[in-house]
């Protein structure tokens, strides 16, 4: 089945939020090793077409510090292979479909949330802003949210498609007939994501990543990265 594996246990403190991923437990185990780290490679090749073209951005909101995306076309729901539901099943995480499972292997690996939206359900304008007095939207997990105006949100332009750095809205899910997705990579204000998830008790391994603060140096990385599983 290849799971066998040499077991490493970390005891970790709640100030080192660089060792909440793989590549920060490689760099921590270099330094007490005398090894060097060996980066993945996250070259691939893109089409001319350009997604500016299909997709409008607008940030309305100063509790977003980056927030970049892909689109990935012609794309095929299915199961993972064997090496990435391994690895995720090693960091606790249960495989679902190869586009959820890149997402979540992105962020075992760099410790950078992803978030991967069916781009016909999604539309052609993003705009990030604040939530509007009890805005609501209904959440992956099948459950009503009511916001407030100090949460963030990811809109298609009118309403909510993701309670941004928390969870994705349903109506945006990714599904075994989606043919093409925009990916999300992003880095917002970590006091803003604690309030919103303790407020809705959504506490995911997302928002805790966000709540310690992101490392934007390996954002676009990680991007390119998600991008070549793709490919």
Do not use: W
């Not at 076309?73 to 890149?102: W, Y």
């Not at 805790?208 to 998600?226: F, T």
């Amino acid at each position: 089945l290849e799971l066998d594996d040499t077991i490493i246990d970390f005891e970790l403190t709640a100030n080192r939020a660089d060792l909440l991923s793989m590549l920060g437990l490689a760099y921590e185990s270099a330094i007490v090793t005398g090894e060097s780290v060996k980066l993945p490679d996250t070259s691939y090749n893109e089409i001319k077409e350009n997604v500016k073209d299909k997709l409008t951005l607008k940030v309305d909101t100063d509790n977003v510090y980056t927030f970049l995306l892909k689109r990935v076309n012609d794309i095929k729901i299915e199961e993972s292979p064997a090496f990435i539901k391994n690895r995720l099943m090693a960091c606790g995480i249960r495989p679902i479909n190869n586009a959820v499972d890149i997402t979540n292997y992105i962020l075992a690996l760099y410790g950078q949330p992803l978030h991967a939206f069916d781009a016909q359900k999604l539309g052609k304008t993003i705009v990030i802003r604040n939530a509007k007095a009890n805005e609501e939207i209904v959440t992956l997990d099948g459950n009503k949210r009511v916001l407030e105006q100090e949460d963030i949100v990811i809109t298609d332009g009118t309403k909510p498609v993701a309670i941004a750095g928390v969870m994705g809205g349903l109506d945006t899910e990714v599904e075994n007939t989606t043919k093409d997705i925009v990916l999300e990579v992003a880095v917002f204000d970590p006091i803003s994501i604690r309030k919103t998830y303790k407020r809705l008790d959504l506490r995911s391994e997302a928002a805790i990543r966000y709540e310690k603060g992101i490392d934007r140096n390996r954002v676009q990385q990680a991007l390119k990265h998600a991008c070549k599983l793709f490919k």
